[in-house]
Protein backbone atom coordinates (compact mmCIF):
# COMPACT_ATOMS: atom_id res chain seq x y z
CA UNK A 1 0.00 0.00 0.00
CA UNK A 2 1.22 3.40 -1.09
CA UNK A 3 -0.22 6.56 0.78
CA UNK A 4 -0.23 9.82 -0.16
CA UNK A 5 -1.25 12.79 2.04
CA UNK A 6 -2.74 16.08 1.12
CA UNK A 7 -4.87 19.10 2.02
CA UNK A 8 -2.31 20.95 5.01
CA UNK A 9 -1.94 24.66 5.12
CA UNK A 10 -1.91 27.55 7.62
CA UNK A 11 -5.09 28.30 9.30
CA UNK A 12 -5.98 30.54 11.74
CA UNK A 13 -7.29 29.17 15.40
CA UNK A 14 -10.59 27.91 15.76
CA UNK A 15 -10.70 27.29 12.53
CA UNK A 16 -11.02 24.03 10.25
CA UNK A 17 -8.74 21.86 7.83
CA UNK A 18 -9.48 18.44 6.04
CA UNK A 19 -6.96 16.67 5.28
CA UNK A 20 -7.13 13.42 2.69
CA UNK A 21 -4.79 10.52 2.53
CA UNK A 22 -5.43 8.28 -0.72
CA UNK A 23 -4.11 4.67 -0.73
CA UNK A 24 -2.86 2.76 -4.00
CA UNK A 25 -4.11 -1.03 -4.35
CA UNK A 26 -6.34 -3.21 -4.31
CA UNK A 27 -6.07 -3.75 -0.52
CA UNK A 28 -7.17 -1.02 1.31
CA UNK A 29 -10.10 -2.29 2.64
CA UNK A 30 -8.16 -4.37 4.61
CA UNK A 31 -5.70 -2.42 6.51
CA UNK A 32 -7.18 -0.38 9.70
CA UNK A 33 -6.01 3.39 9.03
CA UNK A 34 -4.56 6.12 11.24
CA UNK A 35 -3.53 9.39 11.37
CA UNK A 36 -0.81 10.35 13.42
CA UNK A 37 1.21 13.82 13.64
CA UNK A 38 4.62 15.10 15.16
CA UNK A 39 5.59 18.62 16.77
CA UNK A 40 8.99 19.72 16.36
CA UNK A 41 11.11 18.45 18.81
CA UNK A 42 8.61 15.97 19.55
CA UNK A 43 7.76 12.13 19.08
CA UNK A 44 5.17 11.34 16.49
CA UNK A 45 1.63 10.80 18.10
CA UNK A 46 -1.15 8.94 17.41
CA UNK A 47 -4.43 11.17 16.57
CA UNK A 48 -6.94 9.11 15.08
CA UNK A 49 -7.96 5.39 13.62
CA UNK A 50 -10.95 3.91 11.53
CA UNK A 51 -11.85 0.55 11.58
CA UNK A 52 -11.59 -1.34 7.82
CA UNK A 53 -15.42 -0.79 7.03
CA UNK A 54 -15.53 2.90 8.52
CA UNK A 55 -18.23 1.66 11.14
CA UNK A 56 -15.40 2.34 14.40
CA UNK A 57 -13.33 5.20 14.97
CA UNK A 58 -11.28 5.98 17.74
CA UNK A 59 -9.46 9.19 19.20
CA UNK A 60 -6.95 10.79 21.14
CA UNK A 61 -8.05 12.57 24.00
CA UNK A 62 -6.28 15.95 22.74
CA UNK A 63 -8.43 16.30 19.27
CA UNK A 64 -11.88 14.40 20.89
CA UNK A 65 -15.02 16.43 20.12
CA UNK A 66 -12.90 18.12 17.23
CA UNK A 67 -11.15 15.96 14.90
CA UNK A 68 -13.60 13.16 12.83
CA UNK A 69 -12.16 10.35 10.95
CA UNK A 70 -13.57 8.94 8.06
CA UNK A 71 -12.93 6.73 4.56
CA UNK A 72 -14.24 5.82 1.50
CA UNK A 73 -13.58 2.19 0.44
CA UNK A 74 -14.85 2.56 -2.87
CA UNK A 75 -11.87 5.41 -3.77
CA UNK A 76 -9.40 4.46 -1.14
CA UNK A 77 -9.22 7.39 0.25
CA UNK A 78 -9.49 8.65 4.26
CA UNK A 79 -9.90 11.70 5.67
CA UNK A 80 -9.60 14.16 8.74
CA UNK A 81 -11.40 16.86 9.29
CA UNK A 82 -9.91 19.06 11.88
CA UNK A 83 -12.54 21.80 13.41
CA UNK A 84 -11.80 24.10 16.25
CA UNK A 85 -8.05 23.96 15.76
CA UNK A 86 -5.71 25.26 18.27
CA UNK A 87 -2.32 26.44 17.86
CA UNK A 88 -0.71 23.09 19.59
CA UNK A 89 -2.30 21.24 16.72
CA UNK A 90 0.40 22.62 14.22
CA UNK A 91 2.39 19.63 13.18
CA UNK A 92 3.14 17.66 10.16
CA UNK A 93 -0.07 14.93 9.99
CA UNK A 94 0.74 11.37 8.58
CA UNK A 95 -1.61 8.78 7.62
CA UNK A 96 -0.89 5.09 8.32
CA UNK A 97 -1.71 1.49 7.33
CA UNK A 98 -2.14 -1.32 10.27
CA UNK A 99 -2.93 -4.87 8.83
CA UNK A 100 -3.31 -6.23 12.53
CA UNK A 101 -4.65 -9.67 11.06
CA UNK A 102 -7.24 -10.85 12.34
CA UNK A 103 -7.64 -8.26 14.91
CA UNK A 104 -10.08 -5.09 14.95
CA UNK A 105 -7.90 -3.59 18.42
CA UNK A 106 -7.39 0.11 17.22
CA UNK A 107 -2.91 0.22 17.52
CA UNK A 108 -2.01 3.29 18.80
CA UNK A 109 1.39 3.11 18.41
CA UNK A 110 3.66 4.34 15.55
CA UNK A 111 5.59 1.11 15.27
CA UNK A 112 2.39 -1.09 14.60
CA UNK A 113 1.83 0.49 11.40
CA UNK A 114 3.30 -0.73 8.21
CA UNK A 115 2.77 1.87 5.96
CA UNK A 116 3.08 5.77 5.92
CA UNK A 117 2.79 8.55 3.83
CA UNK A 118 4.63 11.69 3.14
CA UNK A 119 3.23 14.01 6.03
CA UNK A 120 1.21 17.24 5.13
CA UNK A 121 2.22 20.27 7.42
CA UNK A 122 -0.90 21.54 9.42
CA UNK A 123 -0.16 25.36 10.83
CA UNK A 124 -2.18 26.58 13.52
CA UNK A 125 -1.83 30.49 14.37
CA UNK A 126 -3.03 32.06 17.05
Known amino acids: VQLQACGGGLVQARGSLRLSCAAS????????MGWFRQAPGKEREFVAA????????YYADSVKGRFSISRDNAKNTVHLQMNSLKPEDTAVYYC????????????????????WGQGTEVTVSS
Open 96 to 115: AADFNYGSTVFRVGPASYEY
Open 25 to 32: GRTFSSYI
Open 50 to 57: ISRSGGST
